[in-house]
């Protein structure tokens, strides 16, 4: 009975972080430390820079890994095995670059994620496109654990899917495979953030929502956006609308 016990009262501990993760969004930066178990044991975000610039884009992601690993205890610290980096695309997984994420601009194309995390934290890093982490993870812990095959759809500042078939992620031609947002859905319509016109990013992301509000708003279509935009300070953004 005392052992039973014993066992027991282990399985409440929590378990010890094993792995720092960071989610590298068009407008939020999320960090945290993930257990063995995919719980998520310390949690912080800031807003994404949006001044342009890689050395404080990267620094801001040091920084808020900095704030997660200090909250772990020195022994979790210690057992960290690698930091798991989920991006915008597109991206070059394999060596941990952006190639040219059209919702955080020109300026961060070629940013290598990878070498940098490496140098300061002393760990292994993985970077992979964001809807492809989601996908992975709805796999190993979520609603797909039993499903081969399914498509993950997220909506956020952009619109990014994952795509399984046969029990494997599909990466595709330069890691393009999933990239649902940018099929096009309108022959001339609005301007995506990748520069070309009528994909379903344009429309239908958080940006695309908060520019038509916008639009709405500017046009006397709609006095509840007009009500809400008066209270966002005068203007709707894609953090207002996700």
């Given amino acids: 009975m005392i052992e039973r016990d014993l066992k027991d009262r282990d399985l409440l501990r929590p378990s010890p972080a094993r ?5 590298l969004g068009g407008t939020r930066l999320r960090a945290a430390a993930i257990s063995a178990d995919g ?12 001044d342009g610039s890689p050395r404080t884009l990267v620094g ?81 812990f979520g609603a797909a654990q039993e499903r081969d095959d399914f498509v993950y759809l997220t909506v956020s500042t952009g619109i990014g899917g994952g795509v399984f078939a046969e029990g494997r992620l599909l990466g595709g031609k330069g890691g393009f495979a999933g990239e649902l947002g940018h099929v096009p859905v309108g022959l001339g319509g609005p301007a995506c953030g990748c520069g070309q016109p009528g994909h379903l990013e344009a429309y239908s ?38």
């Fill in 19 to 23: 792995a720092l993760a960071v989610d």
């Fill in 205 to 242: 992301s958080g940006t695309g929502i908060a520019r038509r509000a916008q639009e709405a708003v500017a046009d006397g279509r709609s006095a509840a956006l007009a009500r809400l935009t008066r209270e966002r300070g005068g203007e709707l953004d894609a953090v207002d609308i996700v």
């Fill in 60 to 140: 801001s992601i040091v920084d808020l890994l900095s704030a997660v690993a200090a909250e772990l205890p020195e022994d979790s610290r210690a057992g960290l095995r690698g930091i798991g980096v989920s991006a915008v695309g597109p991206l070059d997984a394999e060596r941990g670059v952006l190639l040219g994420p059209p919702n955080l601009g020109s300026g961060y194309r070629g940013l290598e994620l990878a070498g940098p995390l490496r140098r300061r934290f002393g760990l292994p890093v993985a970077v992979e496109r964001d809807t492809n982490v989601a996908a992975l993870g709805e796999r190993a």
């Fill in 39 to 50: 719980a998520v044991l310390v949690r912080r975000e800031a807003r994404t820079p949006a």
